[in-house]
């Protein structure tokens, strides 16, 4: 039975992919911050209509208590969000939001359905269509903002639009019999509506995520491109303030060319994947690994890496003393590397670059070819 729930739960409310849960969240709570706005002035807005309209025949608690605390709530809301307009700017922060938000417009919700059956139940015939149109305008709008939190879109549904629905439904009289039908079907459409616009929202951020993906990443290797690189270090060199330096290293591949023309370019290929496996092994999540293009690649590695910066040529080139079975050919290759240090050695991109390529460049000049040299 917990597996059958669990499945329809996931049939309902199907898991955000985890590529794209931390877009969906910054997205979602933006979206629903934005419209919340709009949604708490109009229901505070409309407070006054509904104190005008209401039914003598219900308790003072009734008629003008749960207006006025379901008014003075959502003006609350309304300034809270006016003033807090970044919230949804940090995935954790995000999540929060949407969270209090699900919280929020349940409770308002549970107050504005209490009002509406306690209504109807002792409204005189004239006047009970009031209370489930009223109740269908508010939590049909609120459901509708709540598209990207779908579990607060359904648990708003069962809170709001079931109770009403319900004893329409039982009254018997013809009128609440049609009416309550029509607001289930009502539901139910802007259910559907609800559910594909949020799989849109998922499957555009999937595309977005694949076309950077696409954008940042080599098609050969795998490995971050030149592109990426620049970008990952720029925000270690935005970092100005901390102490802790990083480095750069360029590597130049020796003796790939020859196999390229023994072996053809496609075990050529072959080798440039099995040489990225190597380093990304070394690196792993300590350093940032990218092919710059050809046989030359560049490691970056961060503030707070584990991996010394003064070991990380060693360590490089170590990777590459074991020889390649590519394509039954046994091939051996070595490496000409250069680092560059922040900010010893040069506190701009161009400046770490160039340092880096000239001591690339010097360690090419020496023998044996597996050498390397720092600036």
């Known amino acids: 039975m917990k597996e059958f729930f669990q499945l329809l739960l996931q049939l309902i409310v199907p898991p955000v992919p985890e590529k794209v849960r931390d877009d969906f969240a910054v997205l979602g709570a933006s979206r629903l911050q934005n419209q919340s706005r709009l949604l708490s002035l109009a229901m505070a807005f409309t407070v006054p209509f509904v104190l005008f309209a209401s039914d003598f025949g219900t308790t003072p608690a009734v008629r003008y208590g749960i207006p006025i605390a379901v008014g003075t709530t959502c003006f609350i809301c309304f300034i809270s969000l006016i003033k807090d307009r970044n919230a949804s700017g ?56 709540l598209s990207t939190v779908r579990g607060a879109a359904i648990l708003n549904i069962v809170i709001g639009i079931f109770p009403i629905t319900l004893l329409m439904l039982l009254s018997g009289e013809r009128i609440y019999i049609s009416a309550a039908v029509s607001l289930i079907m009502v539901t139910f459409f802007l259910f559907r509506m609800v559910t594909q616009q949020n799989n849109q929202f998922i499957n555009l951020l999937l595309l977005q995520n694949e076309m950077k993906a696409l ?80 046989d030359e690649f560049a490691i970056l590695v961060p503030r707070g890496s584990s991996l010394p910066h003064d070991q990380i040529a060693k360590q490089l080139i170590s990777a590459l003393d074991m020889p390649f079975n590519i394509e039954g050919h046994v091939v051996n290759i070595g490496a000409s590397i250069g680092v560059a240090i922040w900010p010893q050695d040069g506190k701009t991109a161009k400046e770490l670059f160039e340092i880096a390529d000239q001591a690339l460049y010097a360690a090419k000049e020496e023998e044996p070819k597996r050498r390397l040299a720092r600036a």
């Open 90 to 145: 940090d995935p954790a922060l995000a999540r929060q939001f949407m969270v209090e938000a699900a919280v929020f417009s349940a409770s308002v919700c549970t107050l504005v359905s209490i009002w509406c059956v306690v209504g109807w139940w002792n409204a005189a015939p004239s006047l009970k269509l009031f209370y489930p149109f009223t109740l269908a305008a508010g939590s049909l709008t609120t459901i509708y903002c």
């Open 215 to 294: 954008a940042e990443t080599d098609p050969l290797t795998g490995l971050y491109n030149r592109r990426a690189l620049s970008v990952f270090l720029e925000k270690e060199i935005a970092q100005e303030e901390s102490e802790e330096t990083f480095s750069v290293a360029l590597i130049d591949l020796d003796d790939f060319k020859p196999v390229n023309d023994q072996y053809g370019h496609a075990a050529g290929d072959k080798l440039l994947v099995e040489v990225s496996k190597r380093f990304q092994s070394i690196c792993g999540d300590n350093a940032i690994v990218a092919r710059m293009g050809g």
